[in-house]
């Protein structure tokens, strides 16, 4: 599905923005990455270029890039540890709160194209 059938374009603009703090002031590790879905975190920047590239450009994205991109977003966003975190608004130039609450659009409307890849209780696996 390209980006264009499944947000608006404020929501694109700020995933791209995300996947952009990824290769700036946020503070990923390999185990981390791999956790996201990357094989490392040299290949989480890598896919950041291509995933924004495909933001931009209105190109189709797998549902395991979607899953991709919406968990890098989050985690970026969120994670002081890791992301950027407390300097989300300072990097960015983007509110917290409207952030979050296109964040939260961003969550309902990928729902069922990332439904795959959430991740399991210790009971289903």
């Given at each position: ?124 696996a």
């Amino acid at each position: 599905m390209t980006p264009g059938d499944l947000l608006a374009s404020d929501e694109i603009a700020l995933l791209d923005r995300a996947l952009l703090e990824w290769g700036g002031p946020a503070r990923c590790s390999d185990e981390l990455a791999v956790g996201m879905g990357f094989a490392s975190l040299d290949d989480l920047v890598t896919q950041c270029e291509r995933l924004r590239a495909a933001l931009r450009t209105g190109s189709p994205l797998a549902p395991v890039d979607w899953a991709r991109v919406l968990i890098a977003a989050e985690i970026v966003f969120v994670s002081d540890l890791a992301g950027t975190g407390f300097e989300w608004p300072t990097t960015t130039g983007l509110d917290d709160v409207v952030t979050l609450r296109t964040l939260r659009g961003i969550q309902r409307k990928l729902g069922k194209v990332v439904r795959a890849y959430y991740g399991k209780r210790p009971s289903e696996a």
